[in-house]
């Protein structure tokens, strides 16, 4: 997460909306390490980032940043990085990149905009289908960042699986 927060935000041309790669180490989190330790190292993450430290993209960090529109995308990060590593964890059998990716979509897209973007609009004091619509430029970097996190999921699991299945516990 910190590493990625280095990636300069890309601005999407048309909106003129920063896409920032943040979201892919949650996906990482989730579908490498499982939902436990995945969920526990964003929670690790967002109380360095609290105590100040600048691991957000654009070098942001401190207690504030918890309080702004974007606030419900962090504390969604956790949320989003256990549904991937429980669901990673749940079909790792049959695993391949087209179930990774549909799994990081679920978590990384579903799951973070369901927190996400009900914070955005009570801070923000925007209708949710305007918080809806102004998220709606991100979805194709998101999607972008689903797939290179499926692929990258699928080849770790293959040369050095992290993720034990309960059955094999």
Same mark, same amino acid.
């Given at each position: 997460m910190a590493a990625l927060a280095v990636f300069p935000p890309i601005v999407l041309p048309v909106v003129g909306v920063p896409v920032t790669a943040q979201s892919l180490g949650v996906m990482l989190a989730g579908g490498v390490l499982g939902a436990r330790r995945g969920a526990l190292s964003i929670v690790l993450f967002l109380?360095?980032?609290?105590? #100040?430290?600048?691991?957000?993209? *654009?070098?942001? #960090? #401190?207690? %504030?940043?918890?309080? *702004?529109?974007?606030a419900g995308y962090m504390a969604g990060w956790v949320? %989003? %990085?256990?549904?991937? #590593?429980?669901?990673?964890?749940?079909?790792?059998?049959?695993?391949?990149?087209?179930?990774?990716?549909?799994?990081c979509a679920v978590g990384g897209i579903v799951v973070l905009y369901a927190i996400g973007i009900p914070w955005s609009a009570a801070v923000s004091e925007i209708s949710m289908s305007a918080a809806f619509i102004g998220s709606l430029p991100f979805l194709i970097g998101d999607l972008i960042k689903c797939y290179i996190a499926a692929v990258v999921i699928v080849t770790v699991k293959r040369s050095y699986p992290i993720i034990v299945p309960a059955a094999h516990v």
């Open positions: 109380a360095l980032v609290a105590m #100040g430290l600048p691991l957000l993209s *654009g070098g942001r #960090g #401190g207690i %504030a940043v918890f309080l *702004g529109p974007t949320f %989003a %990085a256990l549904v991937i #590593g429980f669901l990673v964890e749940r079909f790792w059998g049959g695993l391949n990149t087209l179930k990774a990716f549909v799994i």
